[in-house]
């Protein structure tokens, strides 16, 4: 008979395994701290909300160290305020609602500024004082009908260019193409430069360059295998009409995410007070959402989609503004904004990648095919056409400020 002490252990559990060395590792980071040293404290002010009655304060705390809110003042005098939710001493990450019964003025500009126990300060400046919208119909109607006049409207308009398009030769189609690749880059710059003012704003704990870059990989890396699904399941089809179908509706998504973004900030722009930037967006998105309905098209142009589709493509393009401005305007929250940049970046620079394919094959099939990929794509109606998208764009942001 073995003894029981020579018996063979059993071994530990895998996770016990991976989780024991970051335990290790974590537990004596408190105690590394010199004696003495003055805690770090960083809050974020991430919103705030203008109610009939004062002003609420959507309060992160950004730093490592516990924070206790002390005090509060508002154009440099002291208010009394009240701590909903996480309370006035705050942990990482943690988040609270502080209450001001300060009389704000209409459109005047005030200071709100928080003092931690150990006195430091942290301040927040309301521009423009004007009430917060509330998630009511009568708020969720104008959201609506800012959407529609800014997205949908726009991108349908854009699709009754398709009887003019279904009725180009190769060459304008190829011209067209690369319109459409012009168009996208532009919205693809816009979105990058966006994603990272963004970004810039964000509280530093949720690294915000970080969150755009992933979120965009992501995008590209869903959309790279959303396609190659749809194509599997259109085998049936003609090969031009597979690739023309797949690829609107990929334009399509790439636009919609896009559109939710500008969604985002016009929406933002309103609950923040600037109705003049808010009115000023709308008609330079309008502007340029309606080229985009044209890129849409131009994937299909000798497909023949019934008006269904057209239909459908039409609202995947343009529904997402009206999302885009209900968060924007109720519901703001600068992680979702960076987030839905660098989704709509990487949407964009896929299809990007998808149209150039496409415009290569389709020139390779008419020209020598010794010639190299950077030879057929630098023919003149390609170049043009990029040229065009690209200033088209360019010039309409441009004439709206």
């Given at each position: 008979?073995?003894?029981?002490?020579?018996?063979?252990?059993?071994?530990?559990?895998?996770w016990v395994?991976?989780?024991g060395?970051?335990?290790?590792?974590?537990?004596?980071?408190?105690?590394?701290?010199?004696?003495?040293?003055?805690?770090?404290?960083?809050?974020a002010?991430?919103?705030?909300?203008?109610?009939s009655?004062?002003?609420?304060?959507?309060?992160?705390?950004?730093?490592?160290?516990?924070?206790?809110?002390?005090?509060?003042?508002?154009?440099d005098?002291?208010?009394?305020?009240?701590?909903?939710?996480g309370?006035?001493?705050?942990?990482?990450?943690?988040?609270?609602?502080?209450?001001?019964p300060?009389?704000?003025?209409?459109?005047?500009?005030?200071?709100?500024?928080?003092?931690?126990?150990?006195?430091?300060?942290?301040?927040?400046?309301?521009?423009v004082?004007?009430?917060?919208?509330?998630?009511?119909?009568?708020?969720?109607?104008?959201?609506t009908?800012?959407?529609?006049?800014?997205?949908?409207?726009?991108?349908?308009?854009?699709l009754?260019w398709?009887?003019?398009?279904?009725?180009?030769?190769?060459?304008?189609?190829d011209?067209?193409?690369?319109?459409?690749?012009?168009?996208?880059?532009?919205?693809?710059?816009?979105?990058?430069?966006?994603g990272?003012?963004?970004?810039?704003?964000?509280?530093?704990?949720?690294?915000?360059?970080?969150?755009?870059?992933?979120?965009?990989?992501?995008?590209?890396?869903?959309l790279?295998?959303?396609?190659?699904?749809?194509?599997?399941?259109?085998?049936?089809?003609?090969?031009?009409?597979?690739?023309?179908?797949?690829l609107?509706?990929?334009?399509?998504?790439?636009?919609?995410?896009?559109?939710?973004?500008?969604?985002?900030?016009i929406?933002?722009?309103?609950?923040?007070?600037?109705?003049?930037?808010?009115?000023?967006?709308?008609?330079?998105?309008?502007?340029?959402?309606?080229?985009?309905?044209?890129?849409?098209?131009?994937?299909?142009?000798?497909?023949?989609?019934?008006?269904?589709?057209?239909?459908?493509?039409?609202?995947?393009g343009?529904?997402?503004?009206?999302?885009?401005a209900?968060?924007?305007?109720?519901?703001?929250?600068?992680?979702?904004?960076?987030?839905?940049?660098?989704?709509?970046?990487?949407?964009?620079?896929?299809?990007?990648?998808?149209?150039?394919?496409?415009?290569?094959?389709?020139?390779?099939?008419?020209?020598s095919?010794?010639?190299?990929?950077?030879?057929?794509?630098?023919?003149?109606?390609?170049?043009?056409?990029?040229?065009?998208?690209?200033?088209?764009?360019?010039?309409?942001?441009?004439?709206?400020?």
């Open positions: 008979m073995i003894p029981e002490t020579s018996r063979a252990t059993r071994p530990l559990p895998g395994v991976a989780l060395p970051l335990v290790l590792l974590t537990a004596p980071a408190d105690r590394l701290r010199p004696q003495g040293a003055p805690p770090v404290e960083r809050l002010i991430e919103r705030a909300i203008l109610q009655d004062g002003i609420v304060l959507s309060v992160l705390n950004d730093g490592p160290d516990p924070v206790t809110i002390a005090q509060v003042t508002v154009d005098a002291f208010w009394a305020f009240s701590a909903d939710g309370g006035t001493t705050l942990r990482h990450l943690g988040r609270t609602s502080i209450s001001i300060y009389p704000w003025v209409p459109g005047e500009a005030h200071l709100v500024k928080l003092l931690t126990s150990t006195g430091a300060t942290f301040e927040h400046e309301i521009a004082a004007v009430r917060s919208p509330k998630a009511e119909a009568a708020n969720l109607g104008l959201f009908i800012i959407g529609l006049y800014v997205g949908v409207i726009p991108v349908a308009l854009g009754f398709y009887p003019l398009v279904s009725r180009l030769g190769r060459t304008g189609l011209a067209l193409l690369a319109l459409t690749v012009g168009l996208l880059a532009f919205l693809f710059v816009d979105a990058v430069k966006e990272l003012e963004a970004a810039a704003g964000m509280p530093g704990s949720y690294q915000g360059v970080a969150l755009l870059v992933a979120a965009a990989a992501g995008a590209y890396l869903l790279e295998t959303f396609g190659a699904w749809l194509r599997a399941r259109r085998k049936g089809a003609t090969p031009t009409a597979d690739s023309g179908a797949v609107a509706l990929l334009v399509a998504v790439g636009i919609g995410l896009h559109n939710f973004g500008e969604g985002l900030a929406g933002a722009a309103f609950a923040l007070g600037e109705a003049a930037l808010g009115t000023l967006l709308i008609l330079g998105f309008t502007l340029h959402n309606t080229t985009e309905g044209l890129a849409i098209v131009a994937p299909i142009a000798k497909a023949r989609p019934s008006l269904r589709t057209l239909a459908s493509l039409g609202l995947i343009g529904v997402p503004t009206i999302a885009g209900w968060c924007g305007g109720l519901v703001y929250s600068p992680v979702l904004a960076v987030a839905c940049l660098g989704l709509g970046a990487g949407a964009i620079a896929q299809v990007i990648g998808q149209i150039g394919g496409q415009i290569g094959n389709q020139i390779a099939d008419r020209t095919r010794s010639d190299s990929g950077l030879s057929r794509l630098a023919s003149a109606p390609v170049a043009l056409g990029l040229v065009a998208g690209f200033g088209v764009m360019y010039i309409t942001g441009m004439l709206v400020g």
